[in-house]
């Protein structure tokens, strides 16, 4: 297939013997493969519970504490995380002046994401 055009006709602009058009790619507009599917993230059940984190437990456990003897708390530390299992216990060590107290966490119950536990001195 030939071409001819006169420069004269199209304002001394010749066209191309494949003319793209504005904003178009002939490449993008062949037949796409279907998208892989993605492997499944393993979803989080309702019944799935975190432990509680130490850190968290640590200022709960010194508030109770500060509530019940009525006295400042300077200084709360536990053992580790308090797991999501009725019966799990973690032993906390409560600071007040130069007196110290040793208290166990200990899980009673759980409720739908949230670990009810118990402070008791040992």
């Keep these: 297939m030939s071409c001819q055009w006169s420069t004269a006709e199209f304002g001394g602009v010749r066209p191309t013997r494949?003319?793209?058009r504005?904003?178009?790619?002939?490449?993008?507009h062949r037949e796409r493969r279907p998208a892989?599917?993605?492997?499944a993230?393993?979803?989080?059940?309702?019944?799935d519970h975190r432990p509680v984190r130490h850190h968290g437990l640590q200022d709960t456990v010194g508030s109770l504490v500060a509530q019940n003897a009525g006295v400042p708390i300077d200084a709360t530390t536990c053992d580790?995380?308090?797991?999501?299992?009725t019966g799990q216990a973690v032993g906390?060590?409560?600071?007040s002046g130069q007196d110290s107290?040793?208290?166990?966490?200990?899980v009673t119950e759980i409720q739908g994401g949230l670990v009810n536990f118990d402070?008791?001195?040992v």
Excluded: F, K, N, S
């Design 101 to 106: 107290i040793d208290v166990r966490a200990t």
């Design 92 to 95: 906390c060590r409560v600071t």
């Design 119 to 121: 402070v008791e001195q």
């Design 36 to 39: 892989r599917p993605r492997p």
């Design 18 to 20: 494949h003319p793209v």
């Design 22 to 28: 504005r904003g178009h790619h002939p490449r993008r």
């Design 80 to 85: 580790g995380d308090l797991a999501p299992a």
């Design 41 to 47: 993230r393993p979803r989080r059940r309702r019944d």
